[in-house]
């Protein structure tokens, strides 16, 4: 077995709120019996999480959601393998291990930043609507919004699948290994079996009605007619069998032949629910380069996704309205959480009105990040209350624009991937099949997306148009935000995190953590949650931060109290590369 050099900064302990609210958090916990006994680093990366403190490595790191996943990076890096090589690997096990977030049905946004040239890359991995599809997809006879359930389960919501061709675009641009070699762990896995994990089992047993909506899905989670459990092994041979395909043919077999016409025949065949997916959509896929966003703050530049992500966007826009004011009293700060809440707001009003795929629609993207208009925007947060009122504010453009709100709905799921390699190649990749277990159809081994809920499910408010409207070929507007932040031009901090559109609040919070209040990547990962997306402040229950409804509450803020299971993964590139895993989740970072 390779041995990994990895040691526990013990420095710099973590903040008392921070572990509480790991301790809090940590059902996640329990997994640990799964996993410990994988090798002595998976035990030193999940001691490390137990404490609060960073993974230090001097070479390379990965941090993931799932510890295979995250064992299958490391192993490509430790061989030399790049940080694309490394993704590929990371992405196919967790299609595997942790199949309700992720995986080849679904699709995924990746920043990369390479050492050579110096330069950050957008690629765009994200599921499409079918030609087919018309603007009330999901609306029913009298044209009312579909029952968002009733709009995920079946064939309906599934997109083109992006995720395969991203893969093989950015092995193609970035990859050194063996394209087939990275599949080969998680094809031997699926094929010996996994022990299923706490979390996974936990999530089946909750969606055990939807998921027996598809025999097939039900025949793989349920054996026996009940819930797998955890630590019971899931051999999982059809994905096997579409990994070795690929390894063999290329993903140019996911995209046209047999398996083609299998998620086609699920698709349209689906029972109560069919949708209108063709072998043509899936012949004419293909991923896209994207300008990146990049939005400065605090001598930082912070790049990420544009449209059709809305990640980027909001989170710059949340900074730039912040530059000017002081945070460093922490997040127990009832004013730093007035400022990150009202920010939050502002910029949640523009992502309704003005973000969708800028393929369809025109997007204001220089105009939403100006700083200009961000400090206009910001002036608006100068008061000592919650903003009565927030609505959109007037970005610069280029095309006339009038679009009606969006009524989209997103619900947590997704996971994040963050690698640095050997050569300082940087990989931040956030990946979905949108809602937990997606459209809960199968085929070939992986479950298909519902990315299409991603879109509003109202394509007009009183005839204004929304600019997140399904359209035939359109790409569904999305939170995630996988993010590099640069300082002088180089890399300091890869992050990302799952959630829907709380990843928005989730990143900038992580964001901050590390720029405003001096974290460390794990203290920032275990900050407390307070999220508002433009309604209710959501704050993180079993937390410090549930302790602010009070003081929120005298200012104007609606607030709740709920469970806020963020999955951030980050990546502090310095002298050293320390490496974060969220303690609400099964993920750990592993370096060398
Ligand atoms: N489906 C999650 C997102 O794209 O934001």
């Not at 459209?439 to 809920?453: D, Q, Y």
Request: with cysteine; charged share 20%.
């Amino acid at each position: 077995m390779r041995k990994f050099l990895m040691c526990v900064l013990v420095a710099a302990a973590g903040s008392a709120s921070a572990q509480q609210a790991a301790d809090a958090i940590a059902p996640e916990a329990a997994s640990r019996g799964a996993f410990q006994g994988m090798s002595p680093a998976v035990g030193a990366a999940f001691a490390a999480k137990d404490a609060g403190k960073p993974v230090e490595a001097q070479n390379w790191m990965v941090a993931a959601a799932n510890p295979l996943a995250v064992q299958a990076g490391a192993d490509v890096l430790a061989a030399g393998g790049t940080a694309a090589d490394a993704l590929v690997a990371v992405q196919v096990m967790l299609g595997l291990v942790e199949p309700q977030s992720s995986g080849l049905g679904g699709g995924a946004f990746l920043v990369w930043y390479d050492a050579e040239s110096g330069e950050i890359t957008t690629i765009d991995g994200r599921e499409t609507a079918p030609l087919a599809v018309t603007p009330t997809l999901f609306q029913d006879a009298a044209g009312e919004p579909l029952k968002f359930f009733d709009a995920v389960v079946g064939g309906r919501s599934v997109g083109t699948p992006g995720t395969p061709a991203l893969l093989a675009e950015i092995h193609k641009r970035w990859g050194r290994a063996d394209w087939a070699s990275l599949l080969a762990p998680a094809i031997a896995r699926a094929e010996a079996g996994f022990a299923v994990s706490p979390r996974l089992a936990q999530l089946v047993a909750g969606d055990a009605e939807r998921l027996a909506q598809s025999d097939i899905t039900a025949a793989y989670f349920m054996p026996d007619g009940a819930p797998v459990e955890a630590g019971e092994i899931l051999v999982n041979q059809p994905y096997a069998e579409t990994l070795k395909m690929l390894g063999e043919e290329g993903v140019g077999a996911f995209y046209a032949g047999d398996l083609a016409k299998s998620i086609v025949a699920t698709v349209q065949g689906a029972k109560g629910n069919p949708g209108v997916l063709s072998e043509v959509d899936l012949a004419i896929y293909r991923v896209k380069e994207r300008a990146a966003v990049c939005a400065p703050y605090r001598a930082h530049e912070v790049c990420g996704m544009g449209p059709p992500s809305s990640g980027a966007l909001a989170i710059g826009q949340m900074l730039g309205m912040l530059e000017g004011y002081d945070l460093s009293a922490g997040p127990q700060d009832i004013t730093v959480r007035r400022l990150m809440g009202d920010a939050a707001r502002l910029a949640f009003a523009d992502r309704g009105r003005y973000v969708a795929d800028s393929d369809y629609v025109p997007v204001p993207v220089a105009g939403m990040i100006d700083p200009a208009y961000l400090t206009e925007r910001g002036a608006l947060l100068s008061g000592d209350d919650a903003l009565p009122e927030v609505a959109p504010g007037t970005p610069a453009f280029d095309h006339a624009l009038l679009w009606a709100d969006d009524a989209a709905i997103e619900l947590p799921s997704t996971s994040h991937i963050s690698i640095v390699d050997g050569a300082g190649n940087v990989a931040s990749m956030t990946t979905t099949i949108e809602n937990g277990f997606g459209s809960r159809l199968m085929v070939g081994g992986f479950l298909l997306n519902n990315e299409l809920t991603d879109f509003s499910f109202r394509s007009h408010q009183e005839g204004v148009p929304v600019a997140n409207r399904v359209e035939p070929g359109k790409r569904p507007r999305s939170s995630m935000a996988p993010t590099i932040v640069l300082k002088d031009g180089a890399p300091v901090l890869a992050a990302g995190s799952p959630g829907g559109s709380r990843i928005i609040g989730y990143t900038t919070q992580a964001i901050i953590a590390v720029i405003d209040w001096g974290m460390d990547v794990q203290q920032a990962v275990g900050v407390p949650h307070a999220v508002n997306r433009f309604g209710t402040y959501d704050l993180e229950e079993g937390t410090d931060a549930a302790t602010l409804a009070e003081g929120l509450g005298e200012i104007g803020y609606e607030t709740g109290v709920r469970a806020l299971t963020s999955g951030l993964h980050l990546i502090a590139i310095g002298d050293t590369l320390q490496g974060g895993a969220d303690p609400r989740r099964e993920g750990i970072a592993l370096g060398d």
